[in-house]
């Protein structure tokens, strides 16, 4: 099945598909990521016709749009995001025909491969209470927990991430203070009200793809009670392509506990 967008543009130069690609790439992309082809054609006034065959038909891919450049200069573009991956490949096309019908196609072979993107929480680190071990501890603490995350691509490429979380104290009585990146991770991290964080441009392996950073949140609660803070994941993707990762729609909260000190009583004597 074939979807043609036809465009009468006047532009000027030479032909141009590039087919090299990053482990992602135009040609070998991921499911769910966003690409764009070009070509310059090879003259004034032709008509430009962009079709797209194989693969799983039309609902493999969603197409934003086949967008010219300036008259004379520009490149003429398609933006394709490919939805479905298959056994076969898709082939783009670009057609550029003359008035006398006299035709030139230059075609790109597309094997979007299944999503293996994927961010999680990596474990926990239960800690106790920040009074822990004094000698006379005050009723409430303030202590900090490091929350890791992890994402993987299992590729030879390194994309920089962006993971959005919410944050949530389940104990009564006790609070977030603050939201840090812990010293050393990577990226920006963006408050974003109500409990929920982003942390944008994680950088990723260029040998494997993976990419890791980490929080501190930092807690205020009873010394004598646990508490507890969960950590859920809402949306992660890869910044270059926007593809999502494999887990969309939501990850489950994980929690991390500060346990309480024993409620000692002070020593007495007669």
């Known amino acids: ?12 130069a030479l032909i141009i598909i590039s087919a090299a690609a990053m482990a992602q790439g135009g040609s070998s992309p991921f499911v769910g990521s966003t690409h764009e082809y070009k070509v310059t054609p090879g003259a004034n006034g032709n008509i430009y016709t962009w079709t797209i065959s194989g693969g799983t038909g039309s609902s493999g891919y969603t197409i934003n749009s086949a967008v010219s450049g300036t008259t004379g200069t520009g490149e003429i573009t398609l933006s394709v995001t490919w939805n479905t991956a298959s056994a076969t490949d898709y082939t783009i096309s670009f057609t550029e025909t003359t008035t006398e019908s006299c035709s030139t196609v230059k075609d790109i072979d597309v094997t979007v491969s299944t999503n293996n993107f ?9 800690a106790c209470n920040n009074n822990s071990g004094s000698v006379s501890p005050a009723d409430s603490a303030t202590s900090i927990i490091t929350i890791p995350f992890d994402m993987e691509t299992g590729t030879t490429w390194g994309p920089n991430w962006e993971v959005a979380f919410n944050l949530a104290v389940t104990s009564s009585n006790a609070r977030i203070l603050s939201v840090a990146l812990a010293s050393g991770a990577s990226g920006t991290l963006n408050d974003l009200s109500g409990g929920n964080y982003s942390i944008t441009g994680i950088t990723g392996s260029a040998v494997d793809g993976t990419g890791t950073t980490s929080i501190e949140v930092e807690v205020k609660g009873y010394s004598f009670t646990d508490v507890t803070v969960n950590a859920e994941i809402t949306s992660a993707r890869e910044l270059l392509y926007n593809t999502p990762a494999a887990s969309t729609g939501s990850w489950s909260p994980v929690t991390n506990t500060i346990y309480k000190i024993p409620d000692t009583s002070d020593i007495t004597t007669d």
Do not use: H, P, Q, R
């Not at 099945?1 to 000027?12: D, H, N, R």
């Not at 994927?118 to 239960?126: A, C, H, Q, R």
């Open 1 to 12: 099945m074939k979807e043609s967008f036809t465009y009468l543009l006047a532009t000027a």
């Open 118 to 126: 994927d961010v999680n929480i990596g474990s926990l680190t239960d």
